[in-house]
């Protein structure tokens, strides 16, 4: 079964402080890695997509991928109140001979309140 | 650029009473497309995808069912509802052509089951 473990939260951090957002995920074919926010009562909006060893940056977020660990991080700096929602880490099924049809798997989630 | 709909917004449903959800993608030709369910607190949880009219795949036994008419819609259902199936249901899509996955989401339907 392929897993998705989100750092446990909530997590409360500071206006102007860095969030740091963890994700491990177990099958080590995956290819694609996701962050997405997801604010109360809303969908969630896709707001980070990485595919590389390495950092992408994108304004104040940067997803850091790291295969070799399994391992997926989302940054936030230069935190904000409107930062305040639920961060859903989301991974690829992997090819296997064939095509995963778009399939992802979800964390649970991690919290983040950014407190003025 | 690219929509997805969905309604109803909000459905309040008698135990045992159908449901019929439906999701429409705006903008694009042969998407993929999901049904998820997020329970209060919870992650989400994909219960059908289809990657063409007609071909439906489902991930989780249930008393749902899924069906896909036309290239860009995608309809949820069920028989008799129980008080389990109360819950956000949202709608994606991705680019059925692409290696990359990304999934966007439609705006949901929170159904609640009485």
């Known amino acids: 079964q392929k897993e998705v473990e989100q750092n446990s939260g909530p997590l409360s951090v500071p206006e102007g402080a860095i969030a740091s957002l963890n994700c491990t995920y177990s099958?080590?074919?995956?290819?694609?890695f996701f962050w997405y926010r997801q604010y109360s009562g809303k969908s969630p909006e896709l707001i980070m997509s990485?595919?590389?060893?390495g950092d992408k940056e994108d304004g104040r977020f940067t997803a850091q991928l790291n295969k070799a660990s399994q391992y997926v991080s989302l940054l936030i700096r230069d935190s904000q109140p409107s930062d305040s929602a639920t961060y859903l880490c989301a991974v690829d099924a992997p090819f296997a001979g064939g095509t995963s049809y778009g399939k992802l798997t979800f964390g649970q989630g991690t919290i983040l309140t950014v407190h003025p | 650029s690219q929509t997805i709909h969905q309604w109803p917004a909000t459905l309040v449903q008698p135990v045992g009473s159908p449901l019929s959800l439906e999701c429409t993608v705006e903008g694009t030709s042969n998407p993929n497309l999901y049904w998820y369910r997020q329970a209060a607190g919870r992650g989400l949880q994909l219960l059908f995808y289809?990657?063409?009219?007609?071909?439906i795949s489902s991930e989780v036994p249930q008393n749902l069912s899924a069906s896909r008419p036309q290239d860009r819609q995608f309809i949820l259902s069920s028989k008799k509802l129980l008080l389990s199936d109360s819950g956000f249901y949202l709608c994606?899509?991705?680019?059925?052509?692409?290696?990359?996955?990304?999934?966007?989401f439609g705006p949901g339907t929170r159904l609640t089951v009485l």
């Open positions: 099958d080590r074919g995956s290819q694609s």
């Open positions: 994606a899509w991705s680019r059925g052509s692409s290696s990359y996955n990304e999934q966007f």
């Open positions: 990485i595919y590389s060893n």
């Open positions: 289809s990657v063409g009219i007609g071909q």
